[in-house]
C-alpha cells in the first residue's frame, strides 16, 4: 500500500506552520515502506496530481478552534463537509480538493491530525511553544496510523 503523509501550511505565518514543522522533522525518521512524506504548502488543487497515486494520506494541518492551543485531534475526514468549520487560511484549498477528487473518483483513505493553533496571523517561522510541544505527539500518532 502506498502511503503519504502530507503536511499543510504556511511556514511563514508561526502555527499555520506546523504541518511544515511536522514533515521536517519526519523526513530523518524511518517509517514504513512505501511511505513518502511531502510538504505541500498551503494546499490546494495542485496536489490532486501528486496525491492521487496513494492509497492512504496521512494530512497534518494547524486549525482555528475552542481547544487549547497545542491539542492534537484526529478526524476521518470523507468528504469536503467533513473537514473542521474553522481551518486555517487555507481551509477553502483543502475542502476543493477532496472534493475535485470526488469527481475523478479516486479518493484515498484519508486520516487528518490537526493541531489547534494559537495564533495564525503572526508572521515568523517559529511556532508557539504550545504547538512546537505537541510536535512529538502527532509524530507519535502518525507512526501509529501507518502500522
Known sequence: MKRLVLGIGNLLLGDEGVGIHVVRALEGMELPPDTDVLDGGTGGLHLIGLIEGYERIVMVDATLDEQPAGTVRHL??????????????????????????????????IDLLVVTASNVGRLGLSLTPPVAEAIPEVIRRIKLLLH
Do not use: Q
Not at 468549520?85 to 476543493?96: F, K, P, V
Open 76 to 109: 476521518k475526514p470523507r468528504y469536503a463537509s467533513d473537514f473542521p468549520t474553522l481551518m486555517s487560511a487555507h481551509e477553502i484549498g483543502l475542502r476543493d480538493m477532496i472534493a475535485a477528487m470526488h469527481l475523478t473518483g479516486h479518493v484515498p483513505d
